[in-house]
C-alpha cells in the first residue's frame, strides 16, 4: 500500500463524512414521505369507517348520523371535518396530522327486478365478473374428479393410510 501523497491525507475521511450525511438526508426524507403516506391512509380509512356507520345509523333512523361518524372518527384517531347526508347517502371527509380523506356510502343497490328501485346507479364493473368463476377455469377441482388427498385420511402416525397400521 502506497502512502498518500503530501496534501491528500485524511481526503478518503472527508469523502465518506459527505456519503454519510447524504444517505442519512435520504433516510430522513424518505421517512417523512412514508409518515405523510401513513397518515394520508389513517385519513382516508377513518372517513371510510365514518361514512359507514353514518350510513348505517341513518338507515336505522338515527336522528344525527354524524354524530356518529365523529365519535367513529375519533376513536380511530382523526378529526371529523365534514359530514353532510346526500339522499339516503352519507359523505364524510377526515383529517390525520394534516392529511384529509373523504368517502361516501349509503344502501346498496337493489338488485334487478325488486320491488323499490334504487336512486343509486349500478357500477358497471358489478355487471360482469372480472375474472371467470373456479368451476369454469378447474373444473376438475369443482367436480371432484381429481383425487387429491385430505391430510386426515392421508397420515396416519406418519404413514399412508394405504400401509397398513398394527392396531394398538
Do not use: Y
Not at 63 to 70: F, H, K, R, S
Not at 81 to 97: K, L, N, Q, W, Y
Not at 126 to 149: E, I, V
Request: glycine share 10%.
Amino acid at each position: 500500500m502506497r502512502p498518500a501523497p503530501p496534501g491528500q491525507a485524511g481526503s478518503t475521511t472527508v469523502g465518506a463524512a459527505l456519503l454519510i450525511a447524504a444517505v442519512c438526508a435520504l433516510a430522513l426524507t424518505l421517512l417523512g414521505a412514508g409518515g405523510a403516506l401513513v397518515d394520508r391512509r389513517r385519513a382516508q380509512v377513518a372517513a371510510e369507517l365514518a361514512a359507514v356507520a353514518a350510513a348505517a345509523a341513518a338507515q336505522a333512523g338515527e336522528a344525527d348520523p354524524c354524530a356518529v361518524a365523529a365519535r367513529i372518527a375519533r376513536a380511530n384517531r382523526a378529526r371529523l371535518t365534514g359530514c353532510r347526508r346526500i339522499g339516503e347517502d352519507v359523505a364524510a371527509s377526515a383529517a390525520v396530522a394534516g392529511r384529509a380523506g373523504s368517502a361516501r356510502a349509503g344502501p346498496a343497490a337493489q338488485p334487478a327486478g325488486s320491488a323499490a328501485p334504487s336512486s343509486r346507479p349500478k357500477p358497471a364493473a358489478a355487471a360482469a365478473p372480472a375474472r371467470p368463476s373456479s368451476t369454469r377455469s378447474a373444473p376438475a377441482l369443482s367436480s371432484g374428479s381429481l383425487p387429491l388427498p385430505h391430510f386426515g385420511d392421508w397420515m396416519h402416525a406418519g404413514q399412508p393410510v394405504s400401509q397398513g397400521q398394527p392396531a394398538t
